[in-house]
């Protein structure tokens, strides 16, 4: 970044730290891996959007809004596990839309 220095904010749902925690203290000694869903607050905020969305509208402009985490798996980090994770993406975005 050049000139002055901005700061971004992400903010974490409740519901995404709920899975955090379950997830990592259901495993506490193995590395626990998965994907954090969200997306960056725009400047024009639809108000058709989704109730998860609803939540996000009160933060600033730019800010990142956590909504909620996939959990993959725990243990080591195989490429074929890791590919199938991300490929689940779209798929609980959908849902998670719909709700």
């Given amino acids: 970044m050049q000139g002055g220095s901005s700061s971004v904010s992400s903010y974490l749902s409740h519901?995404?730290?709920r899975k955090v925690l379950?997830?990592?203290s259901k495993y506490p000694?193995?590395?626990v891996n998965g994907i954090l869903l969200g997306?960056?607050?725009?400047?024009d905020k639809e108000p058709g959007e989704s109730k998860v969305w609803k939540k996000a509208k009160k933060l600033a402009v730019g800010n990142l809004f956590i909504a909620d985490y996939l959990p993959l798996f725990h243990g080591h980090t195989l490429a074929p596990m890791l590919e199938a994770g991300f490929m689940m993406v779209p798929f609980v975005l959908f849902a998670m839309l719909r709700s």
């Fill in 15 to 17: 519901k995404a730290y």
């Fill in 22 to 24: 379950l997830h990592s």
């Fill in 29 to 31: 000694h193995l590395a």
């Fill in 39 to 43: 997306k960056r607050v725009p400047d």
